[in-house]
């Protein structure tokens, strides 16, 4: 079975701290994805790597960045984190059907 | 422009009863479909997937789903609802690169 595990479930921060989220994979996947999601707006593309240290932007980028230093873990970094960052994160990686871990729920207070 | 739409945002059917969920797509080819399952608080879950041959595909805990090329739709069906199938359901397309469309999601509510 495929595997994609997150570093938390839950997480509270304060605004302004630097977050990070990591997403790990364990089918050699060469895509890995990060989404936001939020009551009626779905799920929206922050970024996604199609290889190691590759990245492209997705809908929207503004206020993460992303790490990939090897090819199973994909980082989600927050840099300055605020309210309205507050959301579902889901990692996923895969070729066309994608993988998706179970989400982090951060709050930002 | 590329998009998925799912026109019902929200669907209730008793258990038992069957259950289809409305998926169009704007491309202008045959991309690959999927449909995918979230239960409360978690990620999603793949159902099933289309990317070519038989219109009618077949995906876990008996959902099926029909392409139709003519009407670009990808609805997804299942004959009888279980009171566990109650969850929020994408249609989803990808046409480069592993990247992919998603709709909306429509929540399923069951009915005891």
């Known amino acids: 079975d495929v595997k994609v595990t997150q570093s938390s479930r839950y997480l509270v921060k304060r605004t302004g701290e630097k977050v990070f989220l990591e997403c790990v994979q364990d089918?050699?996947?060469?895509?890995m994805f990060w989404y936001r999601q939020d009551p009626g707006l779905g799920l929206r593309l922050i970024y996604f790597s199609y290889d190691v240290k590759m990245k492209e932007k997705g809908d929207i980028p503004e206020g993460y960045s992303v790490s990939r230093e090897k090819k199973e873990r994909f980082s989600l970094i927050l840099e300055s984190a605020s309210t309205n960052q507050t959301s579902m994160y889901l990692c996923?990686?895969?070729?066309?059907?994608?993988?998706f871990g179970p989400g982090t729920r951060l709050t930002v207070t | 422009a590329q998009s998925v739409t799912q026109p019902d945002i929200h669907i209730t059917v008793s258990e038992g009863a069957s259950l289809e969920l409305r998926c169009n797509y704007s491309?202008?080819?045959?991309?690959?479909l999927f449909w995918y399952v979230q239960s409360p608080g978690q990620g999603l879950q793949l159902l099933l997937k289309?990317?070519?041959?038989?219109?009618l595909v077949q995906g876990i805990k008996g959902f099926e789903a029909e392409f139709k090329r003519s009407q670009s739709s990808f609805n997804l069906r299942k004959p009888s609802v279980h009171w566990s199938d109650a969850a929020e359901y994408f249609c989803a397309f990808n046409t480069n690169a592993g990247k992919s469309t998603f709709g909306d999601g429509t929540t399923l509510t069951v009915k005891p």
């Open positions: 089918m050699d996947h060469e895509n």
């Open positions: 289309y990317f070519s041959g038989d219109t």
């Open positions: 491309y202008g080819a045959t991309p690959y």
């Open positions: 996923a990686s895969g070729g066309n059907e994608q993988y």
